[in-house]
């Protein structure tokens, strides 16, 4: 059974360019989220979507959005970009959002790097 | 705000010893403790956790203690093997903030033969 896929694996944008980055989680899981990595500290929680609603946001600006379709695969975009921005971004996928429900399975993710 | 931190970026131990990797949080109302484990370009696996109402729990050479008066936990790996070299981070969760996982900086373990 394929894990959490994301592509691309890497990516390199110019400041002020817009990006989408894709995420299919696992076969019968609904719940995605996505977090940020950057160099050198631990991911931070960008959005979780359950059942293709947004369940969660973190403390992002509005140039980051997110949805989720109906076969639960989800879409990051990130407009604007900024030099900032460029991170290891993980997509997340878990059967639901119980709370304690720690049945998170993580991607490879995908690194962005804004030039 | 930080609200989990990991002050030892690194750990270096020899291989048949125990490692011990420690954590503190800030927020009271965390009530789940999970360890994840990262390999270079890979995502990060999970590893262990622990409820707030428990104090301990293992599960094979992996042990998570957690003190919530101190407000710190810790995982202990005995005895460590060269495998368990990655680097390790430790996340906390709350009911209020559903299943958003807020992850501390991080422990680069190296486990040397």
């Known amino acids: 059974d394929a894990g959490v896929t994301q592509s691309p694996t890497h990516l390199i944008k110019t400041r002020g360019q817009h990006v989408t980055l894709r995420c299919s989680p696992i076969s019968g899981h609904k719940s995605v989220s996505w977090y940020q990595q950057v160099l050198g500290q631990g991911p931070q929680f960008i959005f979780q979507y359950y059942e293709k609603e947004e369940r969660g946001r973190g403390n992002f600006p509005d140039r980051f959005s997110a949805r989720q379709f109906p076969n639960y695969s989800s879409e990051l975009n990130v407009n604007a970009l900024l030099l900032g921005d460029s991170a290891l971004y993980l997509c997340?996928?878990?059967?639901?959002?119980?709370?304690?429900?720690?049945?998170?399975?993580f991607g490879s993710g995908t690194r962005l790097t804004v030039v | 705000d930080q609200q989990v931190k990991q002050n030892s970026p690194s750990l270096s131990v020899q291989e048949g010893r125990i490692s011990i990797l420690n954590c503190d949080y800030t927020?009271?109302?965390?009530?789940?403790f999970l360890w994840y484990k990262k390999y270079p370009a890979e995502g990060p696996t999970f590893l262990i956790s622990?409820?707030?109402?428990?104090d301990k729990n293992e599960d094979g050479r992996f042990t998570v203690f957690l003190n919530k008066s101190a407000k710190h936990l810790s995982l202990h790996i005995v005895p460590s093997q060269p495998g368990d070299s990655a680097v390790y981070f430790c996340?906390?969760?709350?009911?209020?903030?559903?299943?958003?996982?807020?992850f501390g900086t991080g422990t680069r373990l190296a486990v040397r033969p």
């Open positions: 997340a996928s878990s059967l639901s959002v119980i709370h304690g429900n720690y049945g998170y399975t």
């Open positions: 622990i409820s707030s109402i428990k």
């Open positions: 996340a906390s969760s709350s009911k209020r903030s559903g299943d958003k996982l807020t």
């Open positions: 927020n009271s109302m965390f009530d789940y």
